[in-house]
């Protein structure tokens, strides 16, 4: 079972974000807070789990979490403020709208932008590792691939119901055939074979 705190006396909120390196649609993020006596064997970072153990798992953290929100960035403000900005900003956006304000940030990756007065701490991995950063990546993927389901809707040919935007031959292959949508970041390296992100 992952770890569940850093500081047992403080009020830890976990932020993970979704949709990074996707050349179509917004990255999601999420905020939660989860109760000092939390358990669950199966959580785990959202990458190491499968579909129908992510969906599973969303439930049951949004009931048994103190608080947690979602935050969102479009892609026409990841094209304004870079990819890596608009991560910092959306997780931002999630611990904004937390009912319960923490007093400390568990953050999943190796920087972050300070918010407001709350120290936080950067934990490469750290969704592999802390409990409420899992959590907080398991409502940050299923949300965001829920918007990229409604997306498909609007647009089949790119495959989003499967790739959700992610980089795949097919949704290549779709951008070369019909070009780009409204929703694709025009930042992002969008005909290369290979997207490189270089922070």
């Given amino acids: 079972m992952l770890q569940l705190y850093i500081n047992p006396d403080l009020i830890e909120a976990g932020c993970d974000e979704a949709g ?3 050349l179509a649609g917004p990255v999601f993020a999420a ?9 669950c064997e199966e959580l785990n970072d959202s990458k190491q789990l499968n579909e129908k153990a992510r969906y599973k798992l969303r439930p049951l953290i949004e009931e048994r979490a103190i608080a947690w929100a979602v935050g969102i960035v479009d892609h026409k403000e990841i094209d304004q403020i870079n990819i890596l900005n608009a991560s910092f900003l959306a997780m931002q956006r ?3 709208s937390l009912k319960v304000r923490p007093q400390h940030l568990l953050i999943d990756g190796n920087r972050f932008k300070k918010y407001e007065d709350i120290p936080h701490t950067c934990i490469v991995k750290g969704d592999g590792k802390l409990m409420p950063i899992a959590a907080a990546s398991v409502l940050a993927k299923t949300y965001r691939d829920d918007y990229m ?15 959700k935007g992610y980089p795949t031959k097919k949704h290549r292959d779709a951008i070369k055939e019909y070009g780009i949508s409204e929703y694709h970041r025009l930042s992002f390296n969008l005909k290369d074979k290979q997207l490189t992100l270089d922070f």
């Fill in 149 to 163: 389901l409604g997306l498909h809707q609007e647009y089949p040919y790119y495959g989003w119901d499967g790739n």
């Fill in 20 to 22: 990074r390196g996707c």
């Fill in 94 to 96: 999630a611990v904004a």
């Fill in 31 to 39: 905020a939660v807070i989860l109760p000092k006596d939390f358990e």
